[in-house]
């Protein structure tokens, strides 16, 4: 996508200046470098949503979305966005470890599951979250649900993955939440309508598929959204998706 690195350079920037307005609090959920949390705080006893970045599990961190806490603490959502370890320092086993770990931090801290959402490879974490009962929702954008079309791919090359391994970590082949064991029964899946068609195909595979086991589930496609400009939304407090978001946190569903 040819305007994709002037997208990212502007996520930097607006997420310097969403750091400079509301300095975020750091929580360290494990020893590591990388394993420290941002909390952007809306007020005391606010909901939490928690964003997973995207980058295929091998680049970027917290920094350079800052910018997506603003608007959604303008509607009384706090926000913890987590680093984690990048392929191919470690396996992306590992990486869900991590995130397991941020999740339960932010539970720990607020007493609650809190919703998880998150962008491409974040998706796919936050749909795992899902599963194992750790959120209360989840929301994914263009998420990755399906690893196996990555491994004849350059991005398995970081990754490593073999057949046995994508499956195991595909969420597609994961239970879905039925509601007999603690935590939210509800997945949304977002998509840039300007996306590849895996992209499209994928969320709504995943929406059928834990649909039919009784999850409730929806697609959203946001006509001439990208993969890079489908989280533009997430700027605007008035926006479709910043509103899903607070409905979520608030309910869980």
């Known amino acids: 996508m040819p305007d994709h690195a002037v997208v990212m350079q502007r ?8 750091r400079a307005a509301h300095p975020p609090l750091e929580l360290r959920y ?26 295929y599990w091998q680049a970027l961190d917290r920094s350079g979305f800052s910018w997506i806490a603003a608007a959604l603490m303008a509607r009384g959502v706090s926000v913890a966005i987590p680093s984690y ?8 086993g590992r990486i869900l470890a991590q995130v397991r770990e941020a999740v339960e931090a932010v539970r720990a801290r607020t007493g609650a599951r809190p919703m998880v959402f998150g962008h491409s490879a974040g998706g796919h974490m936050a749909a795992a979250m899902l599963s194992e009962g750790r959120a209360s ?22 990754l490593g993955l073999d057949e046995m391994e994508a499956r195991a970590l595909s969420i597609i082949h994961w239970p879905a939440p039925d509601g007999s064991t603690p935590g939210g029964t509800t997945l949304d899946c977002w998509v ?24 409730r589930t929806r697609v959203e496609v946001l006509e001439g959204l990208n993969h890079f400009t489908v989280l533009d939304p997430l700027a605007d407090a008035g926006s479709g998706m910043v509103s899903r978001i607070v409905d979520m946190a608030r309910s869980g569903d």
């Open 11 to 18: 996520w930097q920037v607006d997420a310097g200046a969403a």
């Open 30 to 55: 494990g020893p590591g470098p990388r394993e420290v949390i941002d909390l952007f705080e809306a007020g005391r006893d606010a909901p939490v949503a928690v964003f997973l970045h995207g980058g």
């Open 192 to 215: 840039g309508g300007a996306e590849s068609p895996e992209f499209l195909r994928q969320s709504r595979d995943m929406a059928a598929l834990w649909g039919a086991r009784g999850v």
């Open 85 to 92: 370890d990048l392929a191919p320092t470690v396996r992306l």
């Open 137 to 158: 929702a989840a929301l994914a954008l263009s998420g990755v649900f399906d690893l196996a079309p990555l491994i004849p791919t350059s991005l398995n090359l970081a």
